[in-house]
């Protein structure tokens, strides 16, 4: 065998390798809900590597941090995010004061 193809061999072993070591997505998803676990309202789906994250939160920090803490799980290639943020309510305007029916 000449060096050549030595290498084009080693190198298909190495690449081959690498991507046989990449979880698969029941693993990933494990990971995922494990990682969202004190996070309720979110829900996840993989495939292929890809993380889609669903659900409603109180605010955009909490949205951010979930995208964050998911990207950094092995195994995830991309998160799409798709969690919404609560709309805040504001408060109702106060009722005018009772006066009796005096004035």
Known sequence: ???KSLLMAASLLVVTSLYSCQPGDDTVKLAV???????PGI????KDGVVDLNGEVPNDSAK???E???KKING???????IMVEPVIP???P???DTGGQQ
């Open 76 to 82: 995830v290639k991309a998160v799409n995010n798709n």
């Open 64 to 66: 951010v941090a979930a």
């Open 1 to 3: 065998m000449d060096r």
């Open 91 to 93: 408060p109702p305007p």
């Open 95 to 97: 009722m005018p004061e």
């Open 68 to 70: 964050d803490a998911v």
């Open 43 to 46: 829900t996840a789906q993989v």
């Open 33 to 39: 809900i494990d990682k969202l676990n004190n996070s």
